[in-house]
């Protein structure tokens, strides 16, 4: 057996990631979490005790589980919201994103996922790729037992995450709206499996077609728009707020909204942001320079408002919903997903 065994008390059950209000959900939510959570760790066993202790090792890092846990809240809406499906289609979303976070942290290098080592600081390359393909055969086997269909939807799903993960590596075309092309990262890498976490909810929670496909438009709204307030946040915050360096993604040159956004200015006065933005930012002064410049910029209120208005646009959606606390669950989720940018 792996050294690495389930927490005991795993956050996701404690603290639910989703603003819920309403006693009697949160206590159905917190029940279910930690039937998934006993389940994730159970599904990420291998014959092999190497295999299972690389497999857990993000998994016992924690997380916030948000996608299980949308599944579960959108299965709500329905009137199977307790079945074995709905556990079942929770794991197999969160598997899925926990695979591509170890393939992320090779893509990026990363030393630390969660406050722990990441698998290829722990292990090697050559051990989290592995293991990441492990953990997509283990949410493909799971997905079978949802069906032919939920196989179609995982695969789709999975075209575009990866889709995504890969266009984030390349720059855009010549011809190419860096901003549209950056937009599309986002919704493949992020908003394409949250969109699925609700739509799987909905689906085998017993909804019908009409909450299915509203629910499916919120999420991808939704995922995508969480993605771009972190931009915003990783600019604004200052270190004691985020608990993160602020200008991360600035001083490694990766484009956020922010910054495609400043980088359409044809306003003289911006000739120094632009040239800085096009500068070695690893230099802590220059840096320093473009991040004041960067926040004091017309984008950055650009960015807050076209996330505030995406939030909006999610809202509507849930118009097929009856009002109660699953509606207005959702509804604070989008709403916390414009606050944190504004």
Same mark, same amino acid.
């Given at each position: 057996m792996s050294s690495i065994p389930p927490p005991s008390i795993p956050a996701s059950v404690a603290d639910l990631a989703l603003p819920i209000t309403d006693e009697g959900l949160a206590r159905r939510l917190?029940?279910?979490?930690?039937?998934?959570?006993?389940?994730?760790?159970?599904?990420?066993?291998?014959?092999?005790p190497y295999v299972t202790e690389a497999a857990r090792h993000l998994l016992a890092a924690g997380g916030k589980?948000?996608?299980?846990? &949308?599944?579960?809240?959108?299965? =709500?809406?329905?009137? /199977?919201? $307790?079945? %074995?499906? @709905?556990?079942?289609? +929770?794991?197999?979303?969160e598997i899925t994103h926990v695979g591509s976070l170890y393939h992320d942290d090779v893509m990026d290098e990363a030393s630390l996922r969660r406050g722990a080592d990441s698998a290829n600081s722990r292990f090697d390359n050559h051990v989290a790729i592995l293991t990441?393909?492990? &953990?997509?055969?283990?949410?493909? =086997?799971?997905?079978? /037992?949802? $069906?032919? %269909?939920? @196989?179609?939807?995982? +695969?789709e799903t999975f075209t575009r995450l990866v889709e995504g993960q890969i266009l984030e590596t390349v720059k855009p075309g010549a011809d190419a709206d860096p901003l549209h092309h950056y937009l599309d990262v986002v919704a493949g890498k992020t908003g394409s499996l949250i969109a699925t976490s609700a739509r799987y909810g909905a689906r085998f929670g017993g909804a019908g077609t009409e909450i299915e496909e509203a629910l499916t438009a919120y999420g991808e709204i939704v995922g995508s728009a969480f993605q771009l307030s972190d931009d915003i946040l990783d600019v604004a915050s200052e270190a004691d707020e985020s608990g993160k360096t602020p200008g991360t993604d600035l001083r490694e040159g990766v484009p956020t909204?922010?910054?495609?956004?400043?980088?359409?200015?044809?306003?003289?006065?911006?000739?120094?942001?632009?040239?800085?933005?096009?500068?070695?930012?690893?230099?802590?002064a220059r840096h320093a320079e473009a991040l004041d410049l960067l926040r004091k910029h017309p984008a950055m209120d650009e960015a807050r408002a076209y996330v505030v208005a995406q939030a909006q646009e999610a809202k509507a959606l849930l118009d097929v919903l009856p009002s109660g606390p699953v509606r207005?669950?959702?509804?604070?989720?989008?709403?916390?997903?414009?606050?944190?940018?504004t």
């Open positions: 917190r029940e279910r979490m930690a039937l998934v959570e006993e389940a994730l760790f159970e599904h990420a066993q291998s014959r092999a589980r948000f996608r299980p846990l &949308l599944v579960l809240l959108a299965a =709500e809406a329905g009137d /199977r919201a $307790g079945s %074995d499906e @709905v556990i079942t289609a +929770a794991c197999v979303v990441g393909d492990f &953990l997509f055969a283990k949410s493909s =086997e799971l997905t079978a /037992r949802l $069906g032919a %269909d939920a @196989v179609r939807i995982q +695969a909204l922010p910054v495609l956004l400043a980088r359409t200015s044809t306003d003289p006065a911006d000739a120094r942001l632009l040239e800085l933005l096009d500068s070695d930012l690893t230099d802590d207005s669950a959702l509804e604070a989720f989008a709403d916390v997903v414009a606050v944190r940018s």
